[in-house]
């Protein structure tokens, strides 16, 4: 049951006060003063109230919320040694939350590495690893990412060029290539394809100075409504041509083939983006019942431009490949912190639910349902092998192809298979390293992505924080397409299924001719705040709320 429009648009314009009302009503408003040691040596907080200013209001809820609901909470200080307050920017409210938030991001410390869980190599001193703040102000209504990092929501809807490139060579001599372009997209309209060359943008040369070019690559490939651009077609001959920023569907399936390699029957997918199941589950459907058909006994996974999304179609997607042959298995478990497991915490109760379409649910009794009312415990959390109609019933062997930006639930999908089949991993040496997950909180105008749970397959596997090792390292090589027994990744792939093992590098079937490198480590901008371009694309694993069960 919802509520009308105008009654939830009230709850949630009432909603902080409330919230500071009844937090009020639950801690007995302590002050700071009656706070004593004992109480700040044990954890034990409060709700303090000093203005009914939004901004500092939205401040101290961002730290209130992440006590009940972040991974891992009980790392937190208290609200009067954290002062949530002093992070309120009144001129720019959302870049005082990011650093808010990066600040509790910093307490929780990886024992293995000595570092927060969330440090992010790229933006030590800036950008957390997994939690972030999306102000729906600002982003596409049905966008579940912050708009920085992809112009593609959750419905597979993009809004940009359609295309993602890579530099081959060094600093000062290197190639921009393009890795991939979506058909329906502007790039993909104009007759641009993977493995073409740019060489000018906006009028401007471009591979011979990378810090000179640095502002020309984003400002013409990214940021800009429209870019003129030139360069080589990857068969010969040359193109000129100008995009202007369009709205289409971009498609999660980039590529699918089947190669038959004597008695078997190899299937490869390269999958873009675990978008809403309503769009992707039909793309994947579309693929796998090809592969059902063909029989297909082994399949190659190209998750190399993947960096997450939907939890709901990673699990559609692991169903296609092993659901048929271990179907009731445990597939998944999610681990949200002790206390929500528990059921316990403080502010959650304050806080209406929001289903997936922002509706406010009723209890029975007329009640509204609060997100202290949903169950958090790993028993209600914990995800099955599910038989579907297009199931492949037959694999024993998946190879993945992966690079640094392969994260979240792509890495998902990969754990998940680990326990049953023979996985194995080309690619970069290592993935992004996303094991938790998230769905949003409602604070204002923004939807808070805390890290809320870990997942971990039926081995209770799950703790690759630091990322995933390939089993085989080799570098993507845009001159050939995606699906191309020619590309280094995609024929040691191959290799392996025929031979259980990976080709020696003389054996390889293809390397680029020129500038065969990747981007060296000359290139420092790759990897600095600033000048990095992976910033542009989301790494997340979105759980649906609706999924939570809510305790009756």
């Keep these: 049951m919802s509520l009308p429009n105008k009654i ?18 639950l801690t007995s408003c302590k002050k700071d003063k009656e706070i004593d040691k004992e109480d700040q040596d044990k954890g034990a907080d409060s709700i303090v109230v000093t203005t009914t200013d939004p901004i500092l209001l939205h401040a101290d809820s961002l730290f209130y919320f992440a006590k009940d609901v972040y991974l891992w909470n009980t790392d937190l200080p208290t609200y009067q040694v954290f002062k949530p307050q002093q992070y309120a920017n009144s001129n720019d409210e959302l870049s005082g939350l990011d650093k808010e938030l990066f600040a509790i991001t910093r307490y929780a410390i990886n024992s293995e590495t000595g570092l927060p869980y969330e440090y992010y190599a790229n933006d030590p001193d800036g950008t957390s690893k997994y939690s972030f703040i999306d102000d729906l102000s600002a982003a596409s209504s049905s966008a579940f990412h912050a708009k920085e990092k992809s112009q593609i929501d959750d419905n597979g809807y993009a809004k940009d060029l359609g ?23 502007p790039a993909g309209k104009a007759g641009l394809k993977r493995g073409d060359i740019i060489t000018t943008i906006n009028g401007k040369s471009v591979g011979s100075n990378f810090d000179n070019d640095y502002s020309s690559i984003i400002n013409g490939l990214y940021t800009s409504s429209s870019v003129s651009l030139k360069g080589t077609k990857l068969g010969g001959g040359s193109f000129s041509t100008t995009l202007s920023v369009t709205s289409y569907q971009a498609n999660s399936v980039l590529a699918d083939t089947i190669y038959k390699a004597g008695t078997k029957n190899i299937g490869y997918l ?12 039909i793309e994947l459907d579309n693929v796998f019942s090809k592969f059902k058909t063909s029989n297909v006994d082994n399949l190659i996974v190209d998750l190399r431009f993947n960096g997450g999304g939907y939890v709901a179609t990673a699990e559609y997607l692991i169903n296609l490949i092993a659901g048929a042959k271990l179907n009731g298995k445990i597939m998944f478990k999610e681990y949200y912190n002790n ?11 304050t806080l209406p639910y929001l289903d997936d379409n922002n509706k406010i649910e009723l209890k029975n009794n007329g009640d509204t349902v609060t997100y202290a009312d949903l169950d958090y415990t790993v028993a209600k959390n914990t995800s099955n092998f599910k038989s ?27 754990n998940n298979l680990k326990p049953y089949l023979t996985v194995k991993l080309v690619g970069d040496s290592t ?21 809320m749970f870990q997942t971990k397959n039926s081995n209770g596997e799950g703790s690759y924080f630091n990322g995933m090792l390939s089993d085989e390292k080799r570098t993507d090589n845009p001159k050939y397409a995606l699906g191309d027994l020619n590309e280094d990744c995609i024929y040691s792939a191959y290799y392996f299924l025929n031979n259980n093992s990976f080709p020696t590098k003389n054996n390889t079937k293809a390397s680029l001719k020129s500038r065969t490198s990747p981007v060296s480590t000359t290139l420092k901008q790759l990897s600095s705040a600033q000048k990095n371009l992976r910033e542009f694309r989301f790494q997340g694993m979105l759980e649906k709320r609706n999924r939570l069960v809510i305790k009756k």
Excluded: W
């Design 8 to 25: 939830i648009n009230n709850i949630i314009k009432n909603f902080f006060a409330l919230m500071m009302v009844i937090g009020c009503l």
């Design 163 to 185: 295309i993602e490139f890579g530099l081959y060579g060094t600093d000062t001599n290197y190639d921009i290539y393009l890795l991939y372009v979506f058909p329906n997209s």
């Design 270 to 281: 390269a999958f873009y983006q675990f978008t809403d199941p309503e769009h992707g589950d």
């Design 339 to 349: 206390d929500l497991q528990q059921g316990k915490f403080n502010y959650l109760q």
């Design 388 to 414: 579907l109609g297009n199931s492949l019933s037959n694999i024993n062997t998946v190879v993945f192809i992966v690079s640094s930006g392969t994260a979240s639930a792509s890495e998902l999908v990969i």
């Design 431 to 451: 993935t992004y390293g996303k094991p938790v997950g998230f769905f949003p909180i409602r604070i204002g105008k923004y939807d808070v992505y805390y890290s």
